[in-house]
T-cell receptor
Framework: SQQGEEDPQALSIQEGENATMNCSYK?????LQWYRQNSGRGLVHLIL?????REKHSGRLRVTLDTSKKSSSLLITASRAADTASYFC???????????FGGGTRLMVKP | DTAVSQTPKYLVTQMGNDKSIKCEQN?????MYWYKQDSKKFLKIMFS???????INETVPNRFSPKSPDKAHLNLHINSLELGDSAVYFC??????????????FGEGSRLTVL
């Protein structure tokens, strides 16, 4: 089954820097979502971008979607130590279908 | 109040045993899921229920049997546990169903360790 792949697998930055994570997928999608998972916790939804959208913002988060390249990026601006977590992209291939998750990017933000 | 709650949070058991994990959501959602997260953090869907009916069963061994007594509950029963079943199991719910998956609301996970 289709699965998104995040890149890089791990990222370490200083507080205040921007963090960019990428997600690639294999087939056409209905929407793509980003989730955050703090260590030992459940996943928390961050943002959903539909296949007919190219960019979305939510606070310090910016998500882009390029359906021609089958890729998405998540940008976290002015990172904080509290942003330390794993970030997952998830794709919905057809409307009403299941979400398929990638392996995640582990982000560490050093104070 | 916790939106999606799972119990137990930790479960340690011997091979061959049978165990259950319970999940409840108080969000009024129609669709619920079970996901398995392995040691490398990969998340794989196991089951999806919409309004108590099984929608998705992703090549999960018959030893895993979900049960949904009502649309607010989706329990997972596992028979004859094997070492490879060790993982974190996440329950999730979604306000949408057939026409749009929408965002998922996850529980905190149940870490199963099979010895």
């Amino acid at each position: 089954s289709q699965q998104g792949e995040e890149d890089p697998q791990a990222l370490s930055i200083q507080e205040g820097e921007n963090a960019t994570m990428n997600c690639s997928y294999k087939t056409s999608i209905n929407n793509l979502q980003w989730y955050r998972q703090n260590s030992g916790r459940g996943l928390v939804h961050l943002i959903l971008i539909r296949s007919n959208e190219r960019e979305k913002h939510s606070g310090r988060l910016r998500v882009t979607l390029d359906t021609s390249k089958k890729s998405s990026s998540l940008l976290i601006t002015a990172s904080r130590a509290a942003d330390t977590a794993s970030y997952f992209c998830a794709t919905e291939e057809n409307a009403g279908n299941m979400l398929t998750f990638g392996g995640g990017t582990r982000l560490m933000v050093k104070p | 109040d916790t939106a999606v709650s799972q119990t137990p949070k930790y479960l340690v058991t011997q091979m061959g045993n049978d165990k259950s994990i319970k999940c409840e959501q108080n969000l009024g959602h129609d669709t619920m899921y079970w996901y398995k997260q392995d040691s490398k953090k990969f998340l794989k869907i196991m089951f999806s229920y919409n309004n108590k009916e099984l929608i998705i069963n992703e090549t999960v061994p018959n030893r895993f049997s979900p049960k949904s007594p009502d649309k607010a509950h989706l329990n997972l029963h596992i028979n004859s546990l094997e070492l490879g079943d060790s993982a974190v199991y996440f329950c999730a719910s979604s306000p949408r169903g057939f026409d749009d998956t929408g965002e998922l609301f996850f529980g905190e996970g149940s870490r199963l360790t099979v010895l």
